[in-house]
């Protein structure tokens, strides 16, 4: 069993930065893709940012200039640096991993972790 655990979301003023951590856990994985998405009330998931193990990167283009993910390989886990934010950006943001668990490919999801921009 695969768990992903978020942190780092939390309340920040327009114009602040956060970052947020999502760690992979378990036996027997591989996490060849990580990324996170975002659900703004009243909206769908969307896309924001992912990497792949080869530091690839792929970002939804409005986001691209004040987003940046990266990764730490020896410890599964994926970060999103998230700069200049505005009311626009509060949502839960999803961690999302593509696995190789036990020589079958799967995903898993987080829980979410809320991201607030307000004054």
């Known amino acids: 069993q695969v768990q992903l655990v978020e942190s780092g979301g939390g309340l920040v003023q327009p114009g602040g930065s956060l970052t947020l951590s999502c760690k992979a856990s378990?036996?027997?994985?591989?996490?060849?893709?990580m990324g996170w998405h975002r659900q703004a009330p009243g909206k769908q998931r969307e896309l924001v940012a992912v990497?792949?193990?080869?530091?690839?990167?792929n970002y939804t283009d409005s986001l691209k200039a004040r987003f940046a993910i990266s990764r730490d390989l020896s410890a599964d886990t994926v970060y999103l640096r998230m700069n200049s934010l505005t009311p626009e950006d509060t949502a839960v943001y999803y961690c999302?991993?593509?696995?190789?668990?036990?020589?079958?490919?799967?995903?898993?999801w987080g829980q979410g972790t809320q991201v607030t921009v307000s004054s």
């Open positions: 990497i792949s193990r080869n530091g690839a990167t």
């Open positions: 378990g036996t027997n994985f591989l996490a060849y893709e």
């Open positions: 999302h991993a593509a696995l190789i668990v036990g020589g079958r490919l799967s995903d898993k």
